[in-house]
RNA sequence: GCCGGUGUGGCGAAAUGGCAGACGCACAGGACUUAAAAUCCUGGGACCAUCAAAAGUCGUGUGGGUUCGAGUCCCACCACCGGCACCA
């Protein structure tokens, strides 16, 4: 039919790009579109991968059991074996389906869950849905589509596809964090934060029983107010990152130079009431603890930087008298001039700050100014207050202020310095004050020079040819002598230590550690999120107070609606719902609801007792998969090479992407949870590893607009699910950013293709071949029964030769899988295959083993194999998954000849093959004996001869 | 600006301080085929030279250093990627 037609005049029209691109790649390889459903297929109905908890009954006949001699039995924590919990960050289910950069993770971990089953681990290997998120809900938004329905079908998509790859995965266990089965326990951790405080004496959470209330607390509503003040999960009426596009509230953690991460809108700051968690509390634990965890080293420092740890002192510096006069204020004492507290880093250049900066919105700004300033003072604030975040950053590079007529007092030498206002100085970080010191602080500097305020040299550089303005670094303080206080000639280090006791021995200060790390802003104004547990209620004076809902009053379900748009009056959509809001005692429900974040932050504890209906997870299983089972709290930093099983998930991996929010809130849940008793382990995540980003064919970023996404449903129909996933290990390191290459993906298709026709006979081929386009047999099964095993597989010792070069890829494989080497344990794979291709009597155990090292990488293609192997040679079948991991036998690996290098002067000049047990000697003369090497030394005189024993020869002669 | 990472053929990459470029892609030549596809075999860093080959020289971002020997270790710099960015 297509004969017909002219070649030209196919290419040409865009209907046939398709079937001609078929053609190009020919026929298959292999049968995989026939293979990969029956296994897949097989591993659900056998629940093959399904792990067992201490306590499970381990089911007659499961591979597992048979494997651990549990058949049939209960599995106590004692007589199972030692756990591995190996996790996959979990997707949010979008509308776009999964995306290649998504398989590369689960597909890394896929193999290491294979191993170690191999390697005899019992190991927990969970999927599950992050499936709360803005796009279902702003599809609803649009069509009046409840969320949970668009939602339902983004996972059932996810799951096909996720299925279609073959990975290991207990299904048993999967868990979505928008059903209610979850999220009643997401509610109740959140009920947990509300009734804890921190205790800054034991250094933990506590129960808010526990409280202790100050004496000036003498009324029910003052200890509720205490109370209320101290809980981790409490209300601010703060200024908050307020996205007007999004019509909802945003963590700091959101918003990136002024601009919402998701959408990229602007970001303004507006006060509102908001619920907020108290993650500050946590800092000095999340920093400290990060040296106890196996994370990558740029991991940690990011999150370093973000909670952003900096010791330094706070100092007092008193209004100077003079200006009270003139202040603006009113209904103060003036005979109690007010003090306004700094936090420096630098407190030993106090003797330099020839200025105070206060943020515009500090609350001393109205008491000091003098009523000559009033005036600019209060344009500036407004000036100030007006500019969006976006603006605060984007116009950072000119510095604007102005002066609020008061001055202070420099402790130190009591110099009257003026006081000024500026936003360069955040209201939110330290004391919201600064003491502005501009010879030794670039921001001061660069403020000193606009406004003409004076530049005192307080600090000498190192270095004498260093230009003392603008120098920041430490040095030598100079000038800095006052008529009690005297730092002059100190290093930098000394000269704050001095400095700071002085401060604290006269009660003007003390030594302070500040952290950039703000209390989490918790709540958003969405439908689709978790609803708050909490109601407010109103005294009879009108005042308004929350409260928890009891634990039974969990789950809390949100109510539905008609119309999911945020309600008039900018309240959330949930205010909408008048019903729901309104409770009959005349209290009513809090409207916002819990970010996407709040799913997350737990989800790999629900994993390991997914079906617990009576907690959040069983105290046995939490302690058997976090290997803390026995009791052993692995609170303290665990020491290099510490025996027994990991603390925490053996290997966690995911995007760099959620370095700062998923990671560091996760961890702070988890604390409050170990502080509480609710888990066994200071950390979550033991061992994490952040997959690279794959790019498109194009080297840019894979994304709609540029047209060049991959979708793995198109590959999976070209090439199959093994070739896919040998692919994207084979690319690069995994944490490596990468360019895909549909071509590459050939190439280990290839692979796949050599590895079957190793196995199968090619006749037997043809007639499979046959009976497909005729379908002379029936079904799937018959079909693939067919294909017989090659004839030259037989029952034969293998040659040392051969015994040489599976060993060696054993080797190599085992090796390259425990450092994560996926790629070159695949072309250990391919030089395996390429010798084995040219052996004529290709004997059935080293087949058998091969395939064992094969089946982690393309389990599907392995399994077939394996089971025709089984069957031609009458071997009692072993389930393929659970058979133990081949072990290498360095003997067979000795070689008796090997090839050595003669170098002179360090250059190669000849290979000689010498007995593996040459000695330094024979070695010597072997090289000197070199006709190659000989002319580049002659004429020369011989200073020595490297003989580094099986490596190499290096004659040096000058 | 600060912090972290990465620089190796046409491309993805590999190399406990010891033969740079394994393995794969793309490419070229050959075998099989009426032809193609598929498959199998062979080749290949650059330069110089040549009918051809051998031999030679240079080569891991740049410049120095340590070493008998450096892609690998040290110092300085450059480029790209990621993160943070008025945090006092």
Not at 151 to 170: C, H, M, P, V, W
Request: hydrophobic share 40%; with cysteine.
């Amino acid at each position: 039919m297509q004969g017909q037609i002219p070649k030209s005049a196919i290419v040409s029209h865009p209907h046939f790009r398709n079937s001609l691109r078929l053609m190009a790649s020919g026929r298959r390889q292999y049968p995989f579109h026939l293979i990969e459903p029956k296994w897949q297929q097989h591993w659900d109905q056998h629940q093959s991968f399904r792990a067992f908890n201490p306590g499970d009954t381990v089911p007659e006949g499961h591979p597992f059991g048979l494997r651990h001699q549990l058949s049939g039995q209960a599995a106590r924590a004692e007589s199972l074996p030692p756990k591995f919990y190996i996790l996959d960050m979990f997707p949010y289910p979008s509308g776009a389906g999964l995306h290649v950069g998504h398989p590369e993770g689960y597909t890394a971990t896929d193999i290491l869950a294979r191993y170690r089953r191999a390697r005899g681990f019992n190991v927990l290997h969970p999927m599950g849905w992050d499936s709360f998120g803005l796009p279902a809900e702003q599809y609803a938004v649009k069509t009046g589509q409840h969320p949970r329905v668009t939602t339902e079908a983004n996972i059932a998509n996810f799951t096909r596809q996720i299925k279609s790859l073959g990975f290991s995965y207990d299904w048993s266990r999967e868990l979505a964090t928008t059903d209610p089965e979850y999220f009643k326990w997401t509610q109740w951790i959140f009920l947990k934060l509300y009734n804890s405080c921190f205790d800054p004496e034991t250094n933990r959470a506590q129960p808010i029983e526990t409280l202790k209330f100050p004496l000036t607390c003498t009324t029910e509503e003052q200890r509720r107010a205490y109370r209320d003040s101290k809980r981790l999960a409490y209300v601010s009426e703060a200024p908050v990152n307020w996205c007007p596009e999004l019509g909802t509230v945003l963590a700091n953690e959101e918003v990136i130079d002024g601009r919402s991460e998701v959408g990229g809108f602007p970001v303004i700051r507006k006060p509102m009431r908001q619920w907020m968690l108290r993650i500050t509390a946590y800092a000095e634990k999340l920093l400290a603890d990060l040296d106890t965890i196996d994370w990558s080293d740029s991991l940690k420092e990011m999150q370093r930087n973000w909670i952003g740890r900096s010791e330094g002192a706070e100092v007092e510096f008193q209004i100077a008298a003079q200006t009270c006069d003139g202040r603006a204020g009113a209904g103060t004492d003036p005979l109690q001039p007010e003090k306004i507290r700094v936090f420096t880093t630098r407190p030993d250049t106090l003797f330099g700050a020839t200025y105070l900066v206060l943020s515009p919105e500090h609350k001393l700004v109205g008491q000091i100014t003098t009523a000559a300033q009033q005036k600019a003072v209060e344009d500036y604030q407004r000036f100030a207050a007006g500019k969006s975040d976006l603006e605060r950053t984007e116009l950072a590079k000119e510095k604007t202020g102005v002066f609020t007529g008061a001055y202070a007092l420099n402790p130190v030498n009591g110099g009257r310095i003026p006081v000024w206002l500026a936003d360069y100085v955040l209201a939110s970080y330290g004391t919201g004050a600064i003491m502005a010191v501009p010879a030794h602080d670039t921001r001061d500097f660069e403020f000193a020079t606009k406004f003409h305020l004076p530049v005192v040299q307080v600090v000498q550089p190192p270095d004498s040819k260093t230009d003392w303005q603008g120098f920041t670094d430490h040095g030598i303080s100079v000038n800095s002598t006052g008529p009690e206080i005297s730092i002059t000639g100190l290093a930098t280090s000394e000269a704050k230590r001095k400095i700071t006791d002085w401060l604290a021995e006269k009660g003007l200060g003390q030594a302070t550690i500040n952290y950039k790390l703000r209390d989490w802003l918790f709540s958003r104004q969405r439908y689709w999120g978790e609803p708050f547990p909490i109601v407010w209620k109103k005294d009879a004076a009108g005042n308004l107070s929350h409260e928890a809902l009891p634990e039974s009053a969990l789950p809390l379900l949100p109510p539905s609606l008609q119309d999911y748009k945020p309600a008039p009056g900018g309240e959330p959509p949930l205010a909408r719902a008048k019903d729901w809001v309104s409770l009959p005692d005349g209290s009513v429900r809090e409207t916002n609801t819990m970010p996407q974040w709040a799913g997350s932050c737990w989800y790999y504890l629900r994993y390991l007792d997914a079906r617990n209906t009576d907690a959040f997870v069983g105290k046995e299983s939490e302690c058997y998969w976090m290997g803390t089972t026995g009791g052993a709290v692995a609170s303290a930093p665990r020491p290099a090479g510490a025996a027994g099983p990991t603390p925490g998930v053996d290997l966690y991996v995911g995007g760099t992407e959620h370095a700062v929010l998923h990671l560091l809130y996760a961890r702070f849940w988890h604390k409050v949870l170990f502080d509480l008793g609710q888990v066994s382990t200071a950390e979550p995540f033991f061992k994490l590893v952040n997959q690279g980003l794959i790019l498109g064919e194009d080297g840019q970023k894979m994304s709609k607009s540029r047209g060049n996404v991959v979708n793995p449903d198109d590959i999976l129909g070209e090439y199959g699910a093994d070739a896919f996933r040998l692919y994207e290990m084979f690319m690069g390191p995994l944490q490596e950013t990468k360019p895909w290459n549909t071509k590459g993906v050939e190439g280990v298709y290839r692979f796949l293709g050599r590895v079957w026709r190793l196995f199968v006979d090619e006749n037997s081929e043809t007639d499979f071949e046959q009976a497909e386009t005729t379908a002379e047999a029936s079904d799937r099964d018959s079909l693939l029964a067919l294909i017989k095993l090659n004839p030259t597989i037989r029952d034969v010792t293998p040659t040392p030769a051969q015994l040489k070069t599976l060993h060696a890829c054993i080797k190599k494989v085992t090796e390259d899988l425990d450092g994560m080497r996926f790629n070159t344990a695949i072309s250990a794979m391919m030089v395996f295959i390429n010798e084995a291709m040219t052996w004529e009597t290709k004997p059935v155990e080293a087949l058998k083993t091969f395939l064992q090292l094969l089946q982690p990488f393309s389990p599907h293609l392995a399994e077939e194999l394996w089971n025709k192997l089984f069957a031609a040679f009458n071997l009692p079948l072993a389930d393929l998954p659970y058979s133990p991991w081949p072990r290498f036998d360095p003997a067979v690996l000795i070689e008796n000849k090997i090839e050595i290098p003669v170098q002179v002067n360090g250059k190669l000049r000849d290979v000689i093959t010498v007995s593996i047990s040459a000695t330094v000697p024979q070695l010597e003369a072997l090289a000197l004996a070199n006709e190659k090497a000989k002319p580049y030394y002659e004429g020369k005189t011989l200073k020595k001869i490297i003989v580094v024993p099986k490596k190499l020869v290096n004659i040096v002669a000058v």
